[in-house]
């Protein structure tokens, strides 16, 4: 009798196990569907006093989806002359760059020793 209980819980824990991990990969199928048409994205990936490109390009008068993605540390982002800040708690937000120019992005959080040279450019053609 302790066996077939024991085996009941078994197949039950399996059936539930399976049934997480499909369900977080159909939200993660939805997410990628909404970024596929979602449209020009502008994504800055922050490790410990870096980011991933040395600078980033978006065209004039388009609007973009502007995203976070810390890597390492926690980090947060700041595009000087816009209104673009990101942190952990807003990590995208949609925004149009309409005036042409250089402008220096930076991390907005105190994250360390290397925070003070935690810059990037972002150009708007």
């Known amino acids: 009798m302790q066996k077939w209980i024991m085996f009941s819980l078994f197949i039950i824990a399996c059936l539930l196990g399976t049934g997480v991990l ?8 939805a997410e990628m569907a909404h970024e596929a048409t979602a449209g020009p ?15 980033y390009t978006v065209k ?4 973009v989806t502007v995203s976070l993605l810390n890597k390492e540390g926690l980090h947060a982002v700041e595009i000087v002359g ?3 800040k990101l942190d952990n708690n ?20 105190p994250c360390g020793p290397g925070h003070a040279d935690m810059k990037t450019k972002l150009v708007v053609q």
């Open 41 to 55: 994205t502008l994504k800055f990936t922050a490790a410990n006093y870096h980011f991933d490109q040395p600078e």
């Open 90 to 109: 807003n990590k995208s937000m949609e925004y149009t760059f309409d005036k042409p120019g250089t402008y220096e992005v930076h991390c907005a959080l």
């Open 82 to 84: 816009t209104n673009v």
């Open 22 to 29: 499909f369900q977080n990969i159909t939200a993660r199928q």
């Open 60 to 63: 004039a008068g388009e609007k």
